[in-house]
């Protein structure tokens, strides 16, 4: 069993930053891949960000390409979402999400969830 519980939301200005963490228990989390994905109201779960469980592949949704990292503390078995410039519309909820294997973007493939973390961006 993975448990994951996100945290590190809130509310920030346009233009400014957030870090969420990510951590993660469970007998071989390390071996899984990690994604963040968001929801915001109204509309589908999307992918923000995915990384393999050694780190060293990423994806990354078009719309955050260059402000948003993803990286992994595997000593800590928690995964993190440094958010850069941030706009309006990157307000939702975002979800941490862990698979045994690398998934695609596809939210509903992934098998264990947090329970979401707010994040609003103020104009």
């Known amino acids: 069993q993975v448990q994951l519980v996100e945290s590190g939301g809130g509310l920030v200005q346009a233009g400014g930053s957030l870090r969420l963490s990510c951590a993660a ?3 071989t989390v390390n071996t899984y891949a990690m994604g963040w994905f968001r ?3 109204g509309k589908e779960r999307e992918s923000v960000a ?3 469980w050694t780190g060293t592949i990423r994806y990354y ?3 955050v390409k260059g402000r948003f990292t993803i990286s992994r ?3 800590k078995n928690t995964v993190y979402l440094q958010m850069n410039s941030l706009k309006p519309e990157d307000t939702a909820v975002y979800y941490c999400a862990a698979d045994p294997h690398f998934e695609g973007s596809n939210w509903s493939v992934w098998d264990y969830w947090g329970q979401g973390t707010q994040v609003t961006v103020s104009s």
């Open 50 to 52: 995915r990384i393999t």
């Open 61 to 63: 949704a078009d719309s």
């Open 25 to 27: 228990s469970g007998r």
């Open 39 to 41: 929801q915001a109201p």
């Open 73 to 75: 503390d595997s000593a």
